[in-house]
């Protein structure tokens, strides 16, 4: 903590300057003028002048000491305040929601037999189910040790620092964005983070079924996921404050429900789980923006690229992670889909699951138009998430 200089310092040095010219003045002398200097004796300083060097003196150092002591207890003061301030460094579980006993959750926690896996583990972790006895569901994700083998511990500043990060997190409310419910310091630098469960599955389940033939997504359903990712984003980017940014959009990280309302999953973990909060590497994987591999520089258009290429798999039918260099203009889903925009070809893209009717289709391709924007190499030329809803909600309307 840094001290501006004060008028506290001043006061001091002018007393001290004050006492100092004070004590190098002669005494007064009653001798009169004309006495003749050789025969002469300086007479002793009469009691008046005595007393009021005392009182003098008393005034100077009685201020002296009364100001330094106010400056020691304003120091004192400040110095308590900015150790009440600073975030403790939490144990055990830490609860957003009151329908959740921090007891029950530390019980279950160290019960591995309650612990159900559900597919969609990514890189930083797994997921499990966990039914308590009272019937509550939550999902919760054991994740992966902060710090990397090999590399120090988490200062304290940096635990405070993610504490509030998760705090923050919690106070995150949206029907597209899953609710983070509370988080549990496991031991050392794991963490384990509670959400809602969503019963759905995730949106990459949901896609290899359809791939499969085990599940059959019209378009309405596809553009109500569409619309439900793109509304989530823009709660992140424009409604929060400060944004938060997702960091790792893909399929695994959408989870859907029973009437596939989609809902945006580890919001903001791939920058948590990094030594000291900086951003974390992103895998390379289809899904990551140009610039992020280039220059590792996340902004909200990046989290508008990843949501382009889970709009092209929604519309096409195709596995992002498959090669398109067979197909012309290959390379990746956006190089593809760009090369068919430019050969009047976009009809060709569609899925043939959801070919249906003319308006439909209509739809479907401006839709493969928008998508084709967010997949822009530029961050410039991409659609802000605002501008992104707005586009796909009105595509009903043409």
């Not at 994700?141 to 083998?149: A, D, N, W």
Request: glycine share 8%.
């Amino acid at each position: 903590m840094s001290l501006a200089p004060s008028r506290t310092f001043i006061f001091p040095l002018f007393f001290f300057y004050f006492f100092f010219l004070l004590q190098s003045l002669p005494a007064a002398s009653s001798q009169p003028l004309h006495s003749d200097p050789i025969y002469s004796q300086s007479p002793s300083p009469s009691p008046a002048s005595h007393r009021l060097r005392r009182i003098v003196l008393g005034v100077l150092f009685g201020s002296l000491a009364g100001t330094s002591f106010t400056f020691l207890i304003v120091l004192f003061v400040r110095l308590c305040l900015l150790y009440a301030n600073r975030t403790p460094i939490l144990r055990g579980p830490v609860i957003f929601s009151p329908v959740i006993s921090p007891k029950a959750l530390q019980f279950a926690l160290s019960d591995p037999g309650r612990l159900v896996p559900i597919p969609g583990s990514g890189p930083h972790g797994a997921y499990f189910r966990i039914v308590f006895d009272d019937g509550l569901v939550v999902a919760v994700k054991k994740l992966e040790p902060i710090s990397s083998p090999g590399s120090d511990p988490l200062s304290s500043s940096a635990k405070r620092r993610l504490q509030r990060e998760l705090g923050r997190l919690a106070r995150v409310s949206h029907r597209n964005v899953m609710s983070l419910r509370a988080y549990v310091r496991d031991s050392g630098e794991r963490f384990s983070v509670v959400y809602d469960y969503v019963p759905g599955g995730s949106l990459e389940d949901a896609l290899k079924k359809v791939r499969t033939g085990e599940l059959k997504l019209g378009w309405d359903s596809r553009h109500r996921i569409a619309i439900g990712v793109a509304k989530g984003l823009r709660h992140l980017h424009f409604e929060c404050s400060p944004r938060i940014l997702h960091y790792d959009l893909k399929p695994t990280n959408v989870m859907l429900d029973e009437e596939f309302e989609p809902k945006l999953g580890d919001c903001g973990l791939a920058r948590l789980l990094s030594n000291g909060g900086a951003p974390t590497a992103q895998p390379v994987s289809c899904y990551t923006a140009p610039e992020c591999l280039q220059s590792c520089r996340y902004t909200d258009k990046s989290d508008v690229f990843s949501f382009g290429v889970i709009l092209g798999a929604l519309l096409t039918g195709r596995d992002p992670h498959e090669s398109f260099s067979e197909d012309a203009g290959g390379g990746n889903p956006g190089r593809w889909l760009r090369h068919l925009q430019q050969t009047g070809e976009v009809r060709e893209a569609l899925d043939k699951a959801i070919a249906g009717a003319e308006g439909e289709e209509e739809e479907m391709m401006m839709a493969v138009r928008i998508a084709i924007v967010c997949l822009s190499d530029l961050p410039a030329d991409r659609p802000s998430s605002d501008e992104l809803a707005a586009m796909l909600s009105q595509l009903h309307s043409f």
